[in-house]
C-alpha cells in the first residue's frame, strides 16, 4: 500500500475515534500485565469479569503471590487455559518480587522472560503502560493488515514489521488499538462489515460484503 493511501486509512481510524483504548479493564502496569497474560485465547470481556473481583482482593505481585495457584484459580475458572494462567501467574509475580522490586519492567527482554508474556504481551504492556510506539499483532490485527493490503505477511513478526515500516510516527502510538478494535468491531473474521467500514475505501479486499447481508 502507497504511503498516501497508508496516512488516509490512518486519518479515518482516527477521526472516528481520536482516542481509542484498551477494552481491558486495569489500574496500574502491574494489572494490565496480568490481565493480558490472562485474555491469551479469551475475550477481554471474560477476563475483565475475573480481574473485577481479583483486584479488589489481590492486585499486587505479593498479593496474587500469598494467594498461590489454588487461591487464584477460582477467580479465572471461566477463563480457558485458566490452570495454566493461573501458574504462569504466580510464577510471575515471583520473578517480579525477585528481579524488579515487584516493578513491571520497561524493557522487552526482561518483559518476556517472564512466564506468560510473549513478544504480543510485551508489545501490549510497552504501548499501553508505557507509552511505547509498539505494535502487538493479534489474530484481528493480523487480519486486518493483511486484508486490507496494509501490511500483508504470513506470519504474526511478519505483519508487525511491516507495520512499523509502513506507519507514519503520528499515528503509531494508537495504531495497534486502531487495528485491533477495527478488527474485532468492523472487520470480522467470517463477516466483515464493509457497508459500516470507515476505511472500505482504502482497503484491498475484493469480496466486500453489501448492506443487506449484514
Not at 45 to 62: D, E, F
Amino acid at each position: 500500500m502507497k504511503r498516501d493511501r497508508v496516512v488516509l486509512l490512518y486519518s479515518a481510524l482516527r477521526e472516528a475515534n481520536p482516542d481509542p483504548r484498551s477494552e481491558l479493564a486495569f489500574n496500574t502496569p502491574f494489572e494490565l500485565l496480568v490481565a493480558v497474560i490472562l485474555s491469551a485465547q479469551a475475550t477481554d470481556k471474560s477476563v475483565n469479569i475475573a480481574t473485577r473481583r481479583l483486584y479488589p482482593q489481590a492486585n499486587t505481585p505479593a498479593a496474587i503471590l500469598a494467594l498461590g495457584v489454588a487461591g487464584l484459580a477460582p477467580y479465572i475458572r471461566h477463563i480457558g487455559l485458566y490452570n495454566a494462567k493461573a501458574k504462569n501467574v504466580i510464577e510471575t509475580c515471583r520473578l517480579l518480587l525477585e528481579r524488579h522490586h515487584g516493578e513491571v519492567p520497561h524493557d522487552r527482554a526482561a518483559l518476556e522472560a517472564l512466564p506468560g508474556v510473549g513478544r504480543k504481551t510485551a508489545n501490549v504492556v510497552l504501548n499501553v503502560a508505557f507509552g511505547e510506539p509498539t505494535l502487538a499483532v493479534d489474530t484481528h490485527v493480523f487480519r486486518v493488515a493483511n486484508r486490507t493490503g496494509l501490511a500483508p505477511g504470513k506470519t504474526p513478526l511478519a505483519v508487525e514489521q511491516k507495520l512499523l515500516q509502513v506507519t507514519p510516527s503520528e499515528f503509531m502510538q494508537h495504531a495497534h488499538h486502531w487495528l485491533i478494535l477495527h478488527g474485532r468491531h468492523v472487520c470480522l473474521a467470517r463477516r466483515p462489515k464493509c457497508p459500516q467500514c470507515v476505511i472500505a475505501a482504502y482497503c484491498a479486499f475484493k469480496p466486500k460484503t453489501e448492506a443487506d447481508a449484514l
